[in-house]
């Protein structure tokens, strides 16, 4: 497989960029493999003899390839991407409104947290639990992405994988600090 790389305008996107289908669901290998090819094509012992031009967009392009391939390999990056991309901004410094049933979660996980934080075995369940609620968030993510084209719905997703994940992080720390 050869990758043309072509100077990145303003309308091209990252997915163009390394030749994949704009979707949630991303072929993580064939990430790679893009990536590597141009990185291959824009590494500056490549354009030693080149001019200061081409040397130049040599450069840009290495430096949007790391963007996109940072951008794409984080769900939550690449989510947001996607959202943003077909005019939905999550709003995520103005927008902190969640559903009710979700805010009860999260305080029922911080109880918990607080309440058994000597507790390994609790806090591994409850990381479980944690876990399985990041696994069934993705897979709501991808169908309002990939399925339901509701880009509304998946910047509010996106949202709550953010608070989910930033708990994770504190849980896993918790764990961390037992062991």
């Not at 704009?22 to 893009?34: G, H, S, T």
């Not at 009860?104 to 806090?123: F, G, T």
């Not at 998946?154 to 896993?172: H, M, N, P, Q, T």
Request: with cysteine.
């Amino acid at each position: 497989m050869s990758v043309v790389v072509a100077n990145p305008s303003a309308s091209d996107d990252y997915f163009n960029f390394f030749g994949l289908n704009q979707q949630f669901k991303i072929d993580l290998p064939a990430l790679d493999q893009a990536y590597l090819a141009v990185q291959k094509e824009v590494h500056p012992d490549r354009h030693v003899r080149g001019s200061d031009a081409e040397q130049r967009l040599a450069m840009q392009m290495a430096t949007f390839a790391n963007t996109a391939i940072q951008t794409l390999k984080n769900p939550i990056q690449r989510g947001l991407y996607i959202c943003q991309l077909h005019g939905v901004d999550a709003k995520l410094e103005t927008n902190t409104a969640m559903p009710a049933a979700f805010l009860m979660k999260q305080m029922e996980w911080r109880e918990n947290l607080d309440e058994q934080a000597e507790d390994l075995p609790a806090l591994e369940a409850l990381m479980t639990e944690v876990e399985q609620s990041k696994q069934d968030t993705l897979a709501e993510i991808a169908q309002a992405i990939d399925g339901a084209k509701n880009y509304v719905r998946a910047a509010e997703l996106l949202r709550g994988l953010l608070f989910i994940d930033k708990f994770a992080v504190e849980l896993d720390d918790t764990i961390a600090a037992l062991i």
